[in-house]
């Protein structure tokens, strides 16, 4: 464990009974023991606190979103490779028993081509200008928090759209308290994305296929369990998995480093740059910009 602020360390690490704990990322960095980091600061920090253990040839395990914007993943891409580290986007939820069944699903062609997509996340946040969720300097805003896991899933069940609509309302902080967001797919199919912070809902998923009606259970992105509706019944699935989810993405890691990979076959390079590319697209439509942001270009 590793804080700019020992205290915050020391008592992180007794909680989470820690044997080894840092007042500083420098000195995590620097330990010949640390086989990898995993970064899990605040968004705008991320390309920084990547970019610190890269050079110093840690493998790193970064927390969605991986960066702000294109030009930052560009600059962590290369780092990687120019020391030959392992490098991966923390979105546990591609790791999920159910979205890794309902992929293959697709993949086979089981029930036909897809036609349409729904997914929603949102919660009722309490108001702070200076926490991180509406805050600005922080990377603050539904889109990066929440909404990248619609667009996630958006792009991993139907790849990367043709066009994007995206409209949002904006807080007084001016990040975008909730989004509404249109995928339009050039062979006619679709997919309606949204996230917000001022309502709770069941944030749930569907994905409706030529045969069938594909449903997620409550909380999508790390729900255990989802029904297939077709004309001759529902089909359920409960995978009933322990711990809250995150083992299978911890243990695809520690796979991969024991196998040598400098990237994920299953989170690839290529899969983040296509989701901050996209995010940075839907951000260029709802006129959402940081400080950190170069000139977007179409």
Not at 15 to 23: K, R
Not at 92 to 119: D, R, S
Not at 188 to 206: E, P, R, V
Request: glycine content about 4%; proline content about 3%.
């Amino acid at each position: 464990m590793a804080s700019r602020s020992e205290a915050k360390a020391r008592a992180f690490a007794k909680d989470n009974d820690a044997h080894v704990y840092y007042d500083s990322y420098q000195a995590l960095a620097k330990d010949p023991k640390v086989d990898i980091v995993y970064v899990a600061t605040p968004h705008v920090f991320h390309a920084e606190h990547t970019l610190l253990c890269l050079k110093q040839n840690k493998a790193v395990l970064c927390e969605k979103p991986i960066a702000m914007n294109v030009f930052q993943f560009k600059t962590m891409q290369e780092a990687a490779k120019s020391n030959n580290c392992f490098l991966m986007e923390g979105l546990w939820t591609n790791f999920m028993p159910h979205l890794q069944k309902v992929h293959e699903l697709i993949q086979q062609n089981t029930y036909g081509h897809c036609l349409k997509m729904e997914a929603d996340f949102s919660f009722k946040a309490e108001f702070d200008p200076y926490k991180r969720l509406f805050n600005k300097n922080l990377g603050g805003g539904a889109l990066l928090d929440i909404g990248i896991y619609p667009v996630y899933l958006a792009l991993k069940l139907l790849g990367l759209p043709q066009d994007i609509e995206a409209s949002c309302e904006y807080s007084s902080t001016g990040v975008d308290a909730s989004n509404q967001i249109e995928f339009k797919y050039a062979n006619g199919a679709s997919a309606q994305l949204s996230s917000s912070f001022l309502k709770t809902t069941a944030s749930q998923a569907k994905v409706y296929f030529e045969e069938a009606v594909v449903e997620f259970g409550s909380r999508f992105h790390e729900t255990d369990k989802f029904t297939i509706k077709t004309d001759t019944g529902t089909q359920s699935f409960d995978y009933n998995y322990p711990a809250n989810g995150y083992q299978f993405e911890i243990e695809h890691v520690h796979r991969c480093l024991h196998r040598g990979l400098v990237q994920s076959p299953e989170m690839s390079l290529e899969a983040s740059y296509q989701l901050i590319s996209t995010l940075d697209e839907i951000r260029h439509k709802m006129g959402l910009q940081y400080k950190e942001d170069k000139p977007y270009k179409e």
